[in-house]
């Protein structure tokens, strides 16, 4: 079961998008260095459909994509959570921020406009430094393009 603690409204994750974050716990990646320790904890509430939609209708209008921060180890409740967004809230643009070093299958791929792939290293960096790991795809029609180079240059 996916759980939250906190969510925000982020400008930074994806290009051209005012995006509402929503921090998910029980990260089991374990990153060094990672900046919030606290999410590896099973902590927070059940993020479920009806929470979800809750929490976007405060936001519909203000915002053009929904981010889910985490939540690697259920990936196939990420997929059902944003394939109900993209049912009820077609106009919103929808994104994973994962620490997983593997694409989402095809099939999950009709979830997603961008996915975020790689652990957090910090001697690399985040998306914006040019030694990062990680990778930003935009997904389009079930391609992955990575525009991770498009982070670099703001």
């Known amino acids: 079961m996916l759980k939250y603690v906190n969510h925000d409204i982020v400008f930074q994750e994806f290009p051209d998008e005012v995006t509402l974050a929503i921090n998910l716990s029980g990260c089991p990646n374990r990153c060094p260095g990672c900046h ?3 999410l590896r904890n099973d902590i927070g509430e059940a993020l479920t459909e009806e929470r979800l939609n809750s929490l976007l209708e405060a936001y519909v209008g203000s915002i053009t994509c929904v981010a889910l921060m985490g939540g690697d180890g259920d990936p196939e409740g990420i997929v ?3 394939r109900t967004v993209r ?3 077609p106009e919103l643009r929808t994104g994973w921020y994962s620490g997983r070093e593997r694409m989402p299958s095809e099939e999950e791929l009709s979830a997603f406009d961008y996915v975020k792939l790689g ?3 910090e001697a690399l960096g985040p998306l914006s430094s040019p030694t990062t790991n990680q990778r930003l795809y935009r997904i389009d029609n079930g391609q992955a393009c990575d525009i991770t180079p ?3 240059r703001r």
Do not use: F, G
Request: proline share 7%; glycine share 0%.
């Open 36 to 38: 919030s320790p606290k």
């Open 119 to 121: 652990a957090w290293v």
């Open 80 to 82: 059902r959570l944003l």
């Open 87 to 89: 049912k009820i809230y």
């Open 150 to 152: 498009q982070m670099q």
